[in-house]
């Protein structure tokens, strides 16, 4: 595999599964230094839902200075590389440059997170100069939750909520799937996001906020990228505090981050709290479909609890 490459390995090493399988390696005599190996799971698309997104990716790398992985470019000119045989349900995988920065979670403050917004506002930008001139599949959407089957009571797992906690998610899925339907897909409101732009997914180098996995990127609306940027802050479910200044100060300051670089539509705080809620059960989808125990993960109870008190309020509002 990595003879389709005009590059030479120094050493590989895992780094972790999460549904891509990554691996981090060091590289003789290249532009990089190091770069992540990263194998793509059947459901990613294949080949050419994942060229999609390395395309976009070449595009930021191009056209910005924005802390992003930038793909590599195989000795045939391609971003993507199939597998000779689908191996473990994996089909194809790329190379891309690793990303430099720490990731402080767990020791965010108000200016980091103007940071991340100035990054969201400028991704932002580019994306919607980008889909100008590309056509970016229509179908290929960011992932939303499956408030259909909450709000039929279709949970994978119902035996880890009791009657009442299904119904209060049944109710809450319910009513922002009727609030959502009023929010169009203007231009400039809608278009490529990252979709999964969330507390592990940026990092910070030299001044400057930066995002890796942008596996699940696709069409959305932008606002839908700033709730998951802030949804594990407003509601710290996996153990990660808002930080020293709380969460109105990082929340602020992300909006005045964003503001700074890019205008905010009309209406766009309404639009947030409910894509905030979204982002919610997008968790709980996560947790439904992939854990195997309801405790896989140890804040996995607590989160679930937080989750439905968040519905239960957005309900009695």
Not at 27 to 37: G, M
Not at 183 to 197: C, F, N, T, V
Not at 249 to 262: C, M, N, P
């Amino acid at each position: 595999m990595a003879s389709r490459y005009d590059v030479n390995f120094e050493s590989i090493k895992f780094v972790a599964d999460f549904g891509c399988i990554v691996f981090r390696s060091k590289l003789k005599d290249s532009r990089f230094n190091q770069v992540s190996l990263r194998f793509y799971p059947t459901e990613f698309g294949g080949v050419e839902g994942v060229r999609h997104e390395m395309q976009w990716l070449k595009s930021i790398a191009q056209d910005t200075n924005l802390l992003t992985p930038e793909p590599l470019v195989a000795k045939d000119g391609s971003l993507v590389q199939s597998m000779p045989e689908t191996l473990y349900d994996v089909d194809c995988f790329v190379l891309l440059s690793w990303v430099s920065g720490r990731f402080l979670y767990k020791s965010l403050t108000a200016k980091h997170l103007k940071q991340v917004g100035v990054f969201a506002g400028k991704l932002h930008n580019h994306s919607q100069r980008y889909t100008q001139d590309v056509e970016f599949p229509k179908d290929s959407l960011a992932y939303l939750p499956e408030l259909n089957d909450w709000r039929e009571g279709k949970c994978q797992r119902p035996e880890w909520f009791s009657d009442e906690e299904r119904v209060v998610l049944a109710h809450a899925a319910s009513r922002l799937l009727e609030e959502s339907n009023d929010q169009e897909k203007r231009p400039g409101e809608y278009g490529l996001i990252h979709g999964d732009l969330h507390v592990e997914n940026f990092l910070f180098y030299r001044g400057s906020a930066g995002a890796i996995d942008f596996a699940d990127c696709g069409w959305g609306h932008y606002i839908y990228d700033m709730a998951s940027t802030l949804v594990y802050l407003k509601y710290p479910i996996a153990g990660y505090p808002p930080g020293s200044s709380g969460y109105d100060a990082l929340y602020t300051a992300f909006i005045h981050g964003y503001q700074s670089v890019r205008a905010l539509s009309p209406n766009w705080d309404c639009y947030l709290e409910r894509y905030i809620l979204m982002r919610l059960f997008v968790m709980l989808d996560w947790m439904t479909w992939c854990w195997p125990t309801s405790d896989y993960i140890a804040w996995g109870p607590k989160a679930r609890l937080i989750a439905i008190s968040a519905m239960r309020k957005y309900l009695d509002a």
